[in-house]
């Protein structure tokens, strides 16, 4: 099956769905992989440089200050200068700034090239879903959108296999090159990659200035459902980094060694991949609020009882489930958020609403290292990411309207 073009007579290349599924989540592999690694190295750098709770909160905010900031700037450009183009710009800012990482001696240069390694990936993942989006028939773009995510978890699996096996005998510095190196190659893969062709038929989207775009995606008819994104955003990202950043350093706090932690959260890990594909499943059948709404209570639940676990049998198994729910809810934002706008300004809006979420990135991993200073316990901690949660699931119950299978203008 090749992807779905607009209406036009001029002739266009095209891309069967499975390699552009591939070649976009090949890339997202390997952007997994740098932020799953990033939660394992943050525990290796602490014990390394004896870093404090706050200063290790810091290499988690500024990767989402840096998120922030490309997904704004990645987001607005992709209206002007095309999908592709902005999809392989970020992977190699991306890429040569994660590769950088691993040869700092200093916190300082660490954060900087952590800042451009979060300008990179905070560009790509909201273009690439929106690429995505927009080529594959309206009766399966969100099952595919979903599905391309799930490279997310299988990134993630490979960081923790990494750092279990690597991290502790040959340093957190050879698993940072591992995991750099081979995003090198999804350059490669994409070098031929077609734009949108819901793009490359809309010549009057390379008129328009930026600052239209912004300011059309708070118009009266789109402000309803800017506000709930950036809501949901919000909270879903400031749950997850606050709490998923932490996770190795959570185990170690409860008293396990770092060995042992890593492998725990690898046990973990492996439900992201269930919680994909039953998203993917039940996004077409159900809808898109459904997914979002039923997979993100299951994740507040989850949540609270890991914060407050006490034995390891309850420790693994709440583990286990808040990646499952998570990461679904994941794939549904991921596939809703360009379902919002019209393709002339999609690229600015779901740019936008990352931006804000990467804010929410920002504040989880340091309210998590600052309470930690301050004495809170984890189970106190993790009620607020509950919490928080919590608000983005009335957001979408009161505020959102069902996508499912929407042609996209």
């Not at 390699?19 to 990033?38: E, H, P, R, S, T």
Request: charged share 10%; net charge positive.
């Amino acid at each position: 099956m090749t992807i779905n073009t607009a209406a036009t007579n001029k002739p266009q290349q095209s891309i069967s769905r499975n390699k552009l599924l591939g070649v976009a989540g090949v890339g997202w592999l390997f952007d997994a992989m740098d932020v799953g690694i990033l939660s394992f190295v943050i525990a290796a750098l602490a014990a390394e440089w004896g870093l404090s709770p706050s200063q290790s909160g810091w290499i988690g905010s500024v990767n989402s200050i840096g998120m922030a900031v490309g997904a704004l700037f990645f987001g607005v450009f992709a209206d002007k200068v095309g999908r592709k183009q902005i999809f392989m710009w970020t992977l190699v800012l991306f890429s040569i700034a994660s590769g950088l990482s691993a040869f700092t001696t200093t916190l300082t240069a660490f954060l900087i090239l952590r800042f451009l390694v979060g300008m990179g990936l905070g560009g790509e993942l909201p273009v690439a879903s929106t690429l995505v989006s927009e080529s594959v028939a309206a009766k399966e773009r969100g099952r595919v959108v979903v599905l391309l995510e799930s490279f997310w978890a299988a990134g993630w699996l490979i960081a923790a296999l990494i750092s279990y096996f690597v991290i502790p005998t040959w340093g957190w510095r050879v698993a940072l090159i591992l995991t750099a190196l081979p995003a090198f190659y999804a350059i490669y893969l994409r070098w031929h990659l077609p734009d949108s062709p819901q793009f490359t038929v809309k010549e009057e989207s390379k008129k328009r200035s930026i600052g239209q775009n912004m300011k059309e995606v708070w118009s009266k008819k789109y402000a309803r459902s800017t506000f709930m994104l950036w809501l949901l955003w919000f909270t879903v990202v400031f749950s997850y980094y606050g709490m998923f950043l932490w996770l190795p350093s959570v185990m170690v706090g409860k008293g396990f060694d770092m060995i042992t932690s890593f492998k725990y959260v690898l046990i973990m890990t492996l439900a992201q991949l269930p919680g994909y594909f039953t998203a993917a499943w039940f996004i077409e059948k159900f809808g898109r609020k459904f997914v979002l709404v039923s997979y993100l209570i299951g994740t507040a639940a989850s949540a609270y009882i890991f914060g407050n676990a006490d034995t390891l049998a309850v420790l693994l198994t709440s583990g286990m489930f808040l990646s499952f729910f998570n990461l679904g809810a994941w794939g549904a934002l991921y596939a809703y958020t360009p379902e919002q706008y019209p393709s002339i300004i999609r690229g600015t809006g779901a740019g936008m609403a990352a931006a804000v979420g990467r804010i929410g990135g920002i504040f989880g991993p340091l309210l998590v290292g600052f309470l930690l200073t301050a004495g809170y316990d984890i189970g106190y901690i993790f009620a607020i990411f509950c919490g928080a949660i919590i608000i983005g699931v009335v957001g979408v119950i009161f505020l959102g309207k069902e996508t499912k299978q929407l042609e996209l203008e």
